[in-house]
């Protein structure tokens, strides 16, 4: 089942989070009714974590292109059947589930950065 959408979702939110880290001022770095002193301290350490957000994205995204390019998922009467088109030399060990897992666990991390950020914020802004 093609996820080409989806990975594009992740490719275009790796590159809006990096494009903010680098901008370093915009609504990213507001919230509610925080003062100027505050959104001027928090500001590095926002930037590391967008950074580290854009990064995880990104991975998430070279992830689930290699797992969609390197199996086909097909579903017949007797359910899905995984079938691995090619393999990497150097990387025996990949497989559908472990890249499965690996994509799942960078998103989890990827939505508790972003909620931490969230939080963190409004935390901030009292």
Not at 101 to 121: A, D
Request: aromatic share 12%; charged share 15%; hydrophobic share 45%.
């Amino acid at each position: 089942m093609p996820t080409g959408i989806l990975d594009s979702f992740q490719l275009i939110v790796g590159l809006y989070l990096y494009y903010v880290a680098i901008k370093g001022s915009g609504q990213m770095y507001r919230f509610g009714d925080m003062d100027e002193e505050t959104e001027r301290h928090i500001r590095r350490p926002l930037r590391i974590i967008y950074t580290v957000g854009g990064t995880l994205a990104l991975i998430e995204f070279g992830l689930c292109a290699l797992q969609n390019s390197m199996f086909t998922r097909t579903v017949d009467e007797s359910g899905i059947s995984i079938t691995q088109n090619y393999s990497i030399d150097v990387l025996p060990f990949l497989s559908y589930n472990l890249l499965s897992i690996l994509i799942f666990s960078l998103t989890v991390l990827l939505v508790g950065l972003l909620v931490f950020v969230f939080v963190w914020m409004r935390r901030k802004s009292r």
